[in-house]
């Protein structure tokens, strides 16, 4: 055969995203208001997810330092904007979390004022990563936020966590479940990523997808 099919072609992406998380990365401020965010430099994502989901591992897990963002076994703790410096094209943001069953009212109007404000007035932000438990898949606690997310018209994708708890037949089960809830929403992304923070599974993966996402935004 002469030609390689797509499928079988290397995708430079995948060596783009790891250069991009092999540079420095560090922690620039958490913020609890909107007024005291960073400028905008370069590309922006940000992490959205349930408490508890695993967003702080997988910043971790991503640039491969264990204490950057801090993981934590009480959910519902950070309620803040967590912006990080990856390499000199992204910035990553890690966002509180939501869901928290037992959280008091004034802390929920406190997210979503917050969170509200940061998806409207946040020119670079590129995609939202909304991050779901590979064991439990879209909750009625992620809705409103999907509504949020179409609403706002910011472009989001789904990245299952956790998948070392899963057999790879349910692996799949779930996405494919993910993928069609998926289907009737304007700015959801079509493709799920799951990962795993602990076994690293899927983050070359998700890597290659940001990479892509920054060479779209820059071009
Ligand atoms: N099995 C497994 N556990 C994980 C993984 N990622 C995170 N966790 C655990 O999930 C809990 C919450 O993680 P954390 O990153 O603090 O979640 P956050 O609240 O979304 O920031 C911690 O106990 C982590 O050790 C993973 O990939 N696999
Ligand atoms: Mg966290």
Not at 58 to 66: C, D, E, H, Q
Not at 133 to 150: A, F, I, Q, W
Not at 170 to 180: C, F, K, P, T
Request: net charge neutral; aromatic share 6%.
């Amino acid at each position: 055969m002469n030609d390689l099919s797509a499928s079988e072609a290397p995708d430079p992406s995948v060596e783009t995203g790891r250069l991009l998380f092999a540079g420095e990365c560090g922690f620039i401020k958490g913020v609890v208001a909107f007024d005291q965010v960073p400028e905008n430099d370069g590309v922006e994502i940000a992490f959205a997810g349930r408490s508890n989901v695993g967003k702080s591992s997988l910043v971790n897990a991503l640039t491969g330092r264990k204490t950057l963002a801090k993981v934590s076994n009480t959910p519902g703790r950070t309620q803040e904007l967590n912006f990080f410096r990856i390499g000199d094209r992204l910035t990553l943001v890690d966002m509180p979390g939501y869901g928290f069953a037992s959280a008091p009212a004034p802390k929920v109007k406190a997210w979503t004022r917050l969170v509200l404000e940061y998806l409207r007035k946040r020119p670079n932000l590129a995609r939202v990563y909304l991050l779901i438990d590979s064991r439990h898949g879209l909750k009625n606690t992620d809705m409103p936020v999907l509504e949020l997310l179409d609403a706002a018209a910011v472009s989001y994708q789904i990245v299952l966590t956790k998948a070392d708890q899963l057999k790879d037949a349910e692996l799949d089960e779930r996405r494919a479940e993910v993928a069609a809830a998926l289907a009737k929403r304007p700015a959801a992304f079509p493709v799920v990523i799951a990962t795993s923070s602990r076994e690293g599974a899927g983050l070359a993966d998700l890597k290659a997808a940001i990479a892509r996402l920054i060479d779209e935004r820059s071009s």
